[in-house]
């Protein structure tokens, strides 16, 4: 199998009670999707608006609403900071801390009685997306003529310092799995899977406590590598299948926890994604902890908010994990709701330059199977890259990581497939 | 608003690197150059044979050889790349690895090579084989076997009036140069007595006891570098392990066609530094492929060439040749890694036409090695018979230039009945003379090996018992 024990250092922020940080001044909600097309805004300067209120819409070949995470009046449209490093347009809303919530949620009800239409406009309504930090609209994967046989559920979280999915498995185990339950009752499915990593006895001991009821949900352990989570090596792992593009092909669906969190108030309380549990963590941040958190909360405030950071030299802003993360320049940046993680950390990257010596360190452990050395070297020459594949990158990290002569391998792949993707178009 | 610090990520990197690297590929060959000093200088002054300085000569090319190429790379970035500020000099220095070259070089000739063609070699290496291409990581060729060619090709004569590849104690003991040269001399097929028991056992190849290069000889301490390089993952097994299962394999089937045992792959696999060639040079990542699979088809043809460089050329080592010879493939070997990196079976029919290739071109070296190999060392001039006698006239490479010599055989007896020196030129005829050598071969003809040489004339009265042997070879053949 491929993949690299990292080091983990997920303790630090793993505390008994989440706060929650719902009293921001103002929000940011961004105008983009997870593919950055900017959205259409379908509010202006001086509209009150409530909690779950329609603020925006895409408007390309998806439908995907974006809501308001907080009541009060619309101020106006500002560029901030997208946790790609991008500056994107935002809404931007003054909370009234009135918390009033936009008045057709329909009553609560049976969590399995839709059907798959329904239920797959329902994901649509709520703005649901791949929470695990893909950004890809979740009702696209049921929206589907093909049979669904397997829900597959990510909760291994193989980056590093990330423990947001894994206090949202700790505390909320019941609903998640009731959640698989009812996506399995409506989608005709016949097993659902809870992939979660080795060794944590904690999460175990949750999910056997309800297990009993739900005999067609197992609970699967994979290696504590990375990326184990990546979803082709997911599957490989737990159903030993190979696909082509989309797991849909074999009939799976692979949902992350969170984003099955996000199913269950949606289906329960038809409540959009407004808020998520996001881990502030990294040795300069005073006390590292999982914190609930509005969409658009400027970062600035948040950190404010659980004790600030430490003091320090070229301290980095991470949006993200370690590996797959973007160092933000500046902490006016808007939590958005794929983001899963914000690392504070000193720069740890003052390497001395050494030339590549072709060691073939990144080959050998690429889980895509790319050779990023000779992508590396071969950059330019298009007639070779068509070999070389490298739209296939995941963008892991594993490369620049392993590399001994600590060159940017990964940034000369992600380089070659943008030329891949000028030339397929 | 606060500012943060930015670059591209991951934002943890790996705590290994190059420097470690370069640090365990030392530590690897530390055993290596001790055994070395042991065996080329320590052992042989022990014995009473040279002087004090001489019993640290290893010790000292490899040094030299390090220092040579420090200095040549640094006068090089001083003067044509024109870094002149001390501090990028030294860092430059520092993460190009400089003394590697010198250092494999000095590992890889013989202990006679005198300092200054070592020195010429080092430079060669560093200059030609290492920053004209634009420096570490971008040379295509390893730069110590560039070095090392071309001392071998320019400079062999005087490294061979030296002594060649045999240090003080063995020049004294051992009559045949080095292992494979005496394979070559007996056209590659012969009896485990005439191969492997002029150095002792196959025990003496695994230990290092045998002449060789300088730091090639212990397979045992290579193998034990083997473990460690892949213990510290500084290199993977693929080409290693290939490589020498390739020569195995297919020295196994020619051994096997002459009714050979095992002791003859064994031998290949032991000797002409095959093991530290497979260990250390083959594996330098700047000249080898990246690919797995581009290893393995490297490590292949690694192998196939060493089998066909020592059975059909007269570079009896064959390793250093074939990896030279391979480096220039690395660039086609890994596109077509590339190529089927994502689908294992467009793989089958290069690997299919390469299978065939070596095996035919084995099977061909495996029947026709006898015939088509001569020996240059020997040859019949002429042949007449009189009166159930049969004369040959023969000559024979000696220390200094040929011996002519009619030898007559009695063709009811089989047996030689007088050998007429004809021509010599040989320093120590005299000494022949007065052991009446000529009389002894004859006296002892069927049972030579184990007839004594006479120490002072070794050579000459070694060159003079191979005439015989050979002579009555061609006798029996014809017969």
Known sequence: MVGIKLLLNKKMSIKNKIPSFDKPNYVYIPLVNHTNLACECCVKKGDKVYKGSVIGRRNDHFQLPIHASVSGTVVGIEERPYLNGALVKCVVIENDFKEKVVDNFPPKKDITDYTAREFVNILRDCGIVGMGGSGFPTYVKYDTKMPINTILVNGVECEPYITADYVLMRDHAEEILECIDAILEITGATKGIIAIKVHQPEIKKEFKKYMGTYPNIELIEVADLYPSGWEKSLIKQVLNIDYDKLPIEKGVVVNNVSTIYAIYEALKYHKPVMEKIITITGDKIEKPQNVVVKIGTQVKDLIDYIGGIKPGNKIKLIAGGPMMGVAILTDDLVVSNNLNCLLIMENQNEHPYIECMRCGKCVNICPAKLSPVLIKNNVNNVEYLKYLQPEKCIECGLCSYICPSKVDVREYVKKAKLKRGEKNE | ?479
């Open chain 2, 1 to 479: 608003m606060n500012k943060f610090y930015h670059d591209n990520g991951p934002h943890i990197k790996s705590p290994y690197n190059t420097s470690k690297m370069m640090k365990h590929l030392i530590i690897a060959l530390f055993p290596i150059i001790i055994f070395s000093v042991y065996k080329n200088g320590i052992l042989p002054y022990s014995r009473g044979y040279g002087t004090l300085l001489s019993a640290f000569r290893p010790l000292i090319m490899i040094l030299l050889g390090m220092l040579t190429s420090l200095i040549s790379e640094t006068l090089f970035i001083y003067f044509v790349l024109k870094i002149k500020d001390k501090e990028k000099l030294i860092t430059h220095l520092k993460y190009s690895y400089a003394i590697f070259p010198g250092l494999f070089l000095a590992l890889t000739i013989p202990i006679n090579t005198p300092y200054s063609i070592l020195i010429v070699g080092a430079m060669v290496a560093t200059i030609i084989g290492k920053m004209l291409f634009g420096g570490f990581g971008f040379n295509i060729f390893n730069p110590a076997l560039v070095g090392n060619l071309f001392i071998i090709s320019a400079y062999y004569s005087n490294i061979a009036i030296q002594g060649g590849y045999l240090n003080k104690l063995e020049l004294d003991t051992i009559t045949q140069a080095t292992p494979l040269t005496n394979l070559q001399n007996l056209n590659y097929i012969d009896t485990y007595q005439n191969i492997v028991t002029p150095f002792g056992n196959l025990w003496n190849f695994l230990t290092g006891m045998i002449p060789g290069t300088i730091g090639e000889t212990s397979a045992i301490l290579c193998l034990l570098g083997l473990i460690y390089l892949l213990f510290t993952k500084v290199i993977t097994w693929h080409i290693p392990i290939i490589y020498l299962a390739t020569v195995f394999i297919l020295t196994s089937f020619i051994g096997y066609y002459h009714d050979l045992g095992i002791w003859y792959p064994l031998f290949h696999l032991l000797s002409g530094g095959l093991i530290f060639g497979a260990i250390f040079m083959a594996t330098d990542p700047v000249t080898s492929p990246t690919t797995p699979i581009g290893q393995a088809i490297y490590a292949l043809g690694l192998g196939f060439l060493t089998v066909i460089f020592r059975f059909l050329t007269s570079y009896p080592e064959g390793v250093l040749t074939a990896i030279l010879t391979m480096n220039m493939f690395v660039f086609i070997i890994d596109k077509l890694g590339v190529k089927v990196r994502f689908n294992l079976k467009k793989l089958s029919i290069p690997l299919a036409i390469l299978i065939l290739i070596i095996g035919t071109t084995t099977y061909y070296v495996a029947t026709n090695i006898n015939k088509k190999v001569t020996d240059q060392n020997f040859n019949v001039i002429d042949v007449t018979e009189i009166d159930n006698q049969v004369i040959y006239t023969v000559t024979h490479k000696a220390y200094h230039g040929l011996i002519k010599a009619k030898i007559e055989i009695d063709d009811n007896t089989g047996k030689i009945t007088t050998i007429d020196i004809l021509e010599q030129n040989e320093y120590v005829w005299n000494q022949i003379e007065e052991h009446n050598y000529i009389d002894k071969l004859i006296q002892q003809q069927h049972n030579l090996d184990d007839l004594d040489t006479i120490s002072g004339a070794t050579y000459t009265a070694n060159y003079l018992k191979q005439m015989v042997i050979k002579t009555l070879k061609e006798y029996s053949q014809n017969r």
